[in-house]
């Protein structure tokens, strides 16, 4: 009787981690199928439409999921161009793709050179990194504009550390907060932001400056809410603020 009490006990003893390893394949399994779903779906609608309950839902589980795997669980990861004038800070849009490719980046690369025009003058260095999709015709618009494109070592981002700074701000800023559906939005949101990056926010390299502005730093003063209103401008929907003296 003792001995199968105890080979009842161990049998049983051995039957929770299996079912608990059962749970999680069948879990697992579960998930890959919605994901192979969610792709056939895809496939066959031309455009993903989401309505807002759905964006809060992605948005919240987006926190969850690690940032390499966010391709691999949402429809739309698009891609950003942007340029960063190590001088200023400021940041340049070059544009945003859901299919970035060689020719496009080119591309853009062409279209920033046509609008800063004779801005492009005291530019003396690109820096950027080794992505296949920089090529030669990428380096010659730079080229032709007198300044010599510098490429970062291999796997180390603190070569480019402003860049690496900027990409930081804009993810924990603004992208990470806001759950993007198509590449219209991100060109939106992100300009949006870039505005308030380059005319508002202050820079610590810079005095407190913001990029755009031109002005030598004011000396810190305690103002007198009493006799100044502060005037508060949201920014995207109030994520962001900017403040200022009302006139």
């Known amino acids: ?40 779906l895809r496939r066959q609608i031309a455009r993903v439409r ?8 992605l948005a919240a589980l987006s926190r969850l999921v690690p940032r390499g795997r966010r391709r691999e669980v949402f429809a739309v990861t698009p891609y950003a161009l942007v340029f960063i004038e190590h001088g200023t800070r400021r940041v340049h849009l070059a544009g945003v793709t859901a299919h970035p490719t060689a020719e496009w980046t080119t591309q853009q ?3 920033l050179a046509m609008t800063l025009g004779c801005r492009m003058d005291p530019l003396r260095f690109l820096l950027r990194d080794r992505d296949s999709k920089y090529t030669r015709s990428f380096d010659a618009i730079f080229d032709a504009d007198d300044m010599q494109v510098l490429l970062s070592p291999p796997q180390a981002p603190r070569a480019n550390a402003i860049c690496e700074r900027v990409v930081g701000t804009l993810r924990r800023e603004i992208l990470d907060l806001i759950l993007i559906y198509n590449a219209t939005h991100a060109h939106a949101v992100l300009t949006a932001y870039i505005r308030h990056y380059n005319q508002h926010r202050p820079h610590q390299s810079r ?16 103002a007198d809410l009493q006799a100044h209103r502060i005037q508060r401008q949201p920014v995207l929907d109030g994520l962001i603020n900017e403040y200022r003296h009302a006139a």
């Open 50 to 57: 989401y309505e807002p309950a759905d964006r809060i839902w």
């Open 1 to 40: 009787m003792v001995l199968s009490i105890v080979t009842a006990l161990a049998r049983n003893l051995v039957m929770v981690p299996a079912a608990v390893l059962r749970s999680r394949v069948a879990k697992d399994a579960e998930v890959l199928a919605l994901r192979h779903e969610n792709s056939v």
């Open 207 to 222: 005095q407190q400056l913001p990029p755009d502005s031109t002005e030598p730093p004011v000396p810190a003063t305690v």
């Open 109 to 111: 690369a062409r279209n």
